[in-house]
């Protein structure tokens, strides 16, 4: 079996960790939740979304 060799150098994608990051606190809020599901707003309050005035979410 022929693995190659590591470079040294680590590739990140950013926007996948921080997808990752909020799934994961969307399971902490859901294993601490007492209810069958969790509301609409307690998952954008977890997932830090903002309503504005207009009614358009703002993260």
């Known amino acids: 079996m022929w693995v190659a060799p590591s470079s040294g ?3 990140q994608d950013h926007v996948a960790l921080a ?3 909020l799934c994961g ?3 902490i809020a859901a294993s601490a939740s007492r209810e069958e599901r969790l509301s609409p707003d307690l998952i954008d309050e977890v997932l830090r979304v903002h309503v504005l005035p207009d ?3 703002y993260v």
């Open 9 to 11: 150098t680590a590739v």
């Open 19 to 21: 997808e990752i990051e």
């Open 25 to 27: 606190d969307l399971m």
């Open 55 to 57: 009614g358009e979410p």
